[in-house]
């Protein structure tokens, strides 16, 4: 029995810039998943299913197998399923993306991409119906980290002890890298468990909830598959306030993702326990909610924001984002950036001390990709999407409330 009351809203979220969140291994699409066009632009993902069953009624099976079989471990680019097919199709009597068109589950326009190179596709999450969705842990994790953040700014001169301690631990030349690394980690666990663990005494129990257990997400509606683009994993390189180039060279890897595309909608419920809940978040309704994620979006990207250190950052925002100032705005999934998943910006509490940090770190963990020359941003990687031929930062949507259950 819950001693508490429970509210339970009902939320929608909307995509405005493109999002991925991976599914591992098992929806990944290697070279024999999926078979690219180049005359069309066109990348078809095929249904095992009806891709197998079309090369049995076409007799191709033996032939298809056997040529997987002589690629399989090549280190030549592995399988080209288009290539192969070429030379089956007047044995066919039919076009290679008419067929391919006909034993897809989905299809991907490869046309802002000329450079594209047939190379592993990292999949988006499905759910066992293979339909995209979105994880209720990556939804709470996104905000349980804008929670940390508005919890260090309420009490920045209470929690100076932190920074405090992470500079001590920087400073430390007596150190080496991997006992700095482990105190950074230690320091990190301390911050999460003594703001976000909660503690309450019933008569003579004390109960322990961990980790925000009084918020809980549950995983969004699946939506269409035609709701998914793909997208080339691009990190533009900031050194001195300036771009490399044009800016538009970087991410030479052939790396491409799933992505759910903007204007995508779902729905998923967040239910707030008022018996579990840390009344020092300040949470009691979404409008409070709304108001946790507003600070970590003014504490990125705001005046003193983390990331507006370097004023151009503003152009990598779509215009519906500034029109109203961040209202709703969370970030979320891959490819969203260092800041957007980390406390570092309330922990500094000013965007140079931020930065200097971050650099810091950087420079500890990845010593080998000189990040003490990070300026004036670090990560100096600004990790971004193109759409419509305008570069925006990955993973920003925008929830808001749909009714209360």
Avoid at 54 to 69: C, T
Avoid at 135 to 157: C, D, M, Y
Wanted: aromatic share 8%; glycine share 10%; proline share 3%.
């Amino acid at each position: 029995m819950n001693p508490g009351g429970r509210t339970t809203y009902r939320l929608k979220l909307q995509v405005i810039t493109p999002l991925f969140v991976g599914g591992g291994d098992s929806v990944n699409l290697t070279r024999i998943n999926y078979a690219y066009v180049p005359e069309e632009k066109k990348v078809y993902v095929l249904d095992e299913r009806k891709w197998i069953n079309y090369l049995l009624n076409a007799n191709l099976l033996d032939d298809y197998e056997e040529y997987i079989q002589q690629v399989a471990g090549t280190r030549k680019g592995g399988a080209d399923i288009y290539k192969w097919f070429q030379d089956k199709e007047r044995r066919v009597r039919a076009r290679a993306g008419s067929v391919f068109n006909q034993v897809s589950s989905a299809v991907y326009s490869t046309a802002g991409h000329p450079d594209f190179k047939t190379n592993d596709i990292h999949g988006f999450i499905k759910n066992s119906a293979g339909l995209p969705y979105i994880p209720g842990s990556s939804i709470k994790g996104a905000l349980r980290t804008a929670v940390l953040a508005s919890h260090l700014q309420k009490n920045a001169a209470g929690n100076k002890r932190y920074l405090d301690e992470l500079e001590k631990i920087l400073a430390d030349g007596s150190r080496d890298k991997k006992d700095k690394k482990k105190n950074i980690e230690r320091l990190s666990r301390k911050i999460e468990e003594n703001l976000l663990d909660y503690r309450k005494q019933i008569d003579d129990s004390s109960l322990v909830f961990k980790g925000m257990s009084g918020i809980s997400v549950s995983d969004s509606t699946p939506f269409s598959l035609e709701n998914l683009i793909l997208v080339k994993k691009r990190d533009l390189s900031l050194v001195d306030g300036k771009l490399k180039g044009d800016g538009y060279s970087r991410g030479t890897l052939p790396l491409y993702r799933e992505c759910a595309r903007p204007g995508t909608e779902v729905e998923f419920t967040l239910t707030i326990d008022d018996f579990k809940i840390n009344k020092a978040y300040g949470i009691k309704t979404f409008n409070d909610i709304a108001g946790v994620l507003q600070k970590q979006f003014d504490a990125l990207f705001g005046s003193s924001g983390v990331i507006a250190a370097w004023p151009k950052s503003i152009n990598f925002l779509p215009g519906e984002v500034l029109q109203d100032s961040g209202k709703g705005i969370m970030i979320i999934g891959g490819g969203a950036g260092y800041h957007a998943k980390s406390v570092i910006s309330s922990l500094a509490g000013d965007p140079k001390k931020a930065n200097e940090l971050t650099r810091n770190i950087m420079q500890l963990i990845f010593h080998k990709h000189m990040h003490y020359q990070d300026r004036p941003l670090s990560p100096r990687a600004l990790k971004v999407a193109k759409v419509n031929g305008k570069d925006v930062f990955m993973g920003i949507c925008r929830i808001r409330e749909v009714k209360k259950c």
